[in-house]
């Protein structure tokens, strides 16, 4: 994940940008300054959601093929590359 510059550099910006908005523009966006017990949790939580992101991601979905009945009985007309 930390190898992309360009990603590292957006998730910097993002935590300064997040740390600007929260500590000082309380007024305009409704906020209050956090305690450094708080800012702490939050960098915990952002860290430990990255990963699981990525476990999260590998895990395989089957496919479910689709539906061509529907519930009054009727089929739907065939569409798209399989009804050729």
Do not use: N
């Not at 929260?22 to 409704?30: D, K």
């Not at 017990?37 to 959601?49: D, K, M, P, T, Y």
């Amino acid at each position: 994940m930390f190898d992309s510059w360009l990603f590292v550099g957006i998730l910097v910006l993002t935590v300064a940008f997040q740390i600007i908005i929260v500590e000082f523009l309380g007024a305009l966006a409704s906020t209050v300054p956090l305690s450094w017990h708080l800012w702490l949790l939050c960098i915990l939580i952002g860290a430990v959601s990255m990963p699981i992101a990525v476990v999260i991601k590998c895990i395989p979905v089957k496919k479910s093929e689709p539906k061509l009945q529907h519930h009054d009985g009727y089929e739907e007309i065939p569409s798209g590359p399989e009804s050729a």
